[in-house]
């Protein structure tokens, strides 16, 4: 199975700061590497899918990259609706893996 | 609008069984993967299981193979989780959502139906 690792694992951060999460798989997954993000007691919300493509109706502010095994979610400028959970999740093959996640708290 | 609306779930006892639905509505079912995604209280997501498109492909979490069935009706626009021999570690938030396998994000989820097993 391919194991996925995200850090960090909790993060907190100001309105307006930029922030970067990584997710680092144990094989080459290239393209296929998703991001969610997760509101608590709320659906996970696909962002980004095939490592960079934005899904319909993300802002902006929100951006991937990485290639190989190394992957970045970046959110420009952080806004108060994006405190919530990060997860990162390969569709190379099956099974499919999540990392574990990463709790973006307001500092 | 594309919806995913799961059914199914409640308490059941340690070794017992459950089947979850799923009803799709607004897309065209039969031409997307499927997949079955659990959430334990305060952990993070586990991918459960996927089938291809016309059902002829199905995928499980290894730690799930043989308790797990998964299973779609395309002439009903609906997925399916049968559960034999639950545990108290499925209980858990059980998610449908379209895509997931064969190179696929994740792109529409359900509501989730909440499956707890305890005595």
Redesign the interface.
């Known amino acids: 199975?391919i194991q996925m690792t995200q850090s960090p694992s909790s993060l907190s951060a100001s309105v307006g700061d930029r922030v970067t999460i990584t997710c680092r798989a144990s094989q080459s997954i290239s393209p296929?590497l998703?991001w969610?993000q997760?509101k608590p007691g709320k659906?996970?919300?696909?962002l980004i899918?095939?490592t960079s493509s934005l899904?319909s109706g993300v802002p902006s502010r929100f951006s991937g990259s990485g290639s190989g095994t190394d992957f970045t979610l970046t959110i420009s400028s952080l806004q108060p609706e994006d405190f919530a959970?990060y997860?990162c999740?390969q569709?190379?093959n099956?099974?499919?893996?999540?990392?574990?996640?990463t709790r973006l708290e307001i500092k | 609008e594309v919806h995913l609306l799961e059914s199914g779930g409640g308490l059941v006892q340690p070794g017992g069984s459950l089947r979850l639905s799923c009803a799709a509505s607004g897309f065209t079912f039969s031409d997307y993967a499927m997949s079955w995604v659990r959430q334990a209280p305060g952990k993070g997501l586990e991918w459960v299981s996927g089938i291809s498109d016309s059902g002829s492909g199905t995928y499980y979490a290894d730690s799930l193979r043989g308790r797990f069935t998964i299973s779609r009706d395309n002439s009903k626009s609906t997925l399916y989780l049968h559960m034999n021999s639950l545990r108290a570690e499925d209980t858990a938030v059980y998610y449908c959502a379209k895509g997931g396998v064969s190179g696929t994000a994740m792109d529409v989820w359900g509501q989730g139906t909440t499956v707890t097993v305890s005595s």
């Open positions: 199975d296929y998703n969610y997760q659906v996970p919300k696909l899918y095939a899904y959970t997860y999740q569709s190379y099956t099974p499919v893996t999540f990392g574990q996640g």
